[in-house]
């Protein structure tokens, strides 16, 4: 069957059209669900808010595994419930109380990932037209598949980059669970690559974490290299859970 290729296509502002660049960057797609990559449309919003909160979501389980395998947690998990046994000599109290913590364990792991799509949909997420496609040197797209958007980025030009470089940030690349495995993440990324390339950008950064990694390998087989990382938070800090700094520079930057 012959290979299917996805297309690109929009305006972002500046007059910028993202066509002119598509035969670069023109990544192969299933021949199984073909999609391609457009700029973002105001009726696309519902499904954008969709999974941008579907895919922040989803890291909830990880986080709570995560944070369930600290040692910390671990002599939290069975010290308590031990202690309850040799006062009050009750195996059930024990096992309710375990049962709670990891009920416990669980709302803690969730409320920042509730919290940061909360943030998003109080700012830039409540008119991306706004926010991107109507600044000069950022953009918003969509993959689209079977007339729906299954997975979203944007980009936005970094506010106080180093003395003289120009850099491009990536926010937002997310993908249905529904439509992983298929290219389009990468798809996403190159599109981000390609339009900060010939707006004249020197870098592209972003920021993940450790908890994601199939992020991380994604970036780093793309050319992303690690500048840094931080703990975005006290909470972050004691559930042991990096912010991860990379940048993606051009060859002739």
Not at 18 to 40: A, D, G, N, T
Not at 95 to 114: D, E
Not at 131 to 156: D, K, M, P
Not at 177 to 193: E, F, M, P, Y
């Amino acid at each position: 069957m012959a290979s299917l290729f996805c297309r690109v296509q929009g305006r972002c502002a500046g007059r910028y059209s993202c066509l002119s660049w598509m035969p670069r960057f023109e990544p192969q797609k299933s021949p199984m669900v073909p999609y391609h990559i457009r700029q973002y449309q105001d009726s696309d919003h519902k499904r954008v808010v969709d999974v941008f909160t579907k895919g922040m979501e989803e890291h909830i389980p990880s986080t709570f595994w995560h944070m369930l395998m600290l040692p910390r947690t671990l002599l939290l998990l069975l010290g308590v419930p031990l202690a309850l046994v040799l006062v009050s000599g009750s195996w059930l109290l024990a096992v309710i109380c375990i049962f709670f913590l990891l009920l416990l364990l669980w709302l803690l792991a969730g409320q920042p990932w509730k919290e940061y799509v909360a943030k998003c949909l109080q700012t830039d997420m409540v008119d991306i037209t706004k926010s991107y496609l109507n600044v000069h040197g950022a953009c918003f797209w969509v993959a689209e598949s079977g007339g729906q958007v299954v997975g979203i980025v944007a980009a936005q030009p970094v506010k106080d980059p180093p003395l003289g470089r120009k850099q491009l940030q990536l926010f937002r690349l997310s993908v249905s669970s529904q439509h992983r495995g298929q290219g389009i993440a990468k798809a996403l990324t190159r599109t981000v690559l390609q339009f900060a390339r010939d707006q004249g950008y020197s870098d592209v950064v972003l920021e993940t974490s450790t908890l994601q990694q199939g992020a991380m390998t994604l970036y780093l087989g793309m050319g992303f290299q690690k500048t840094g990382q931080y703990f975005m938070s006290m909470f972050w800090r004691l559930a042991d859970i990096c912010t991860i700094q990379l940048k993606y520079s051009f060859p002739s930057a």
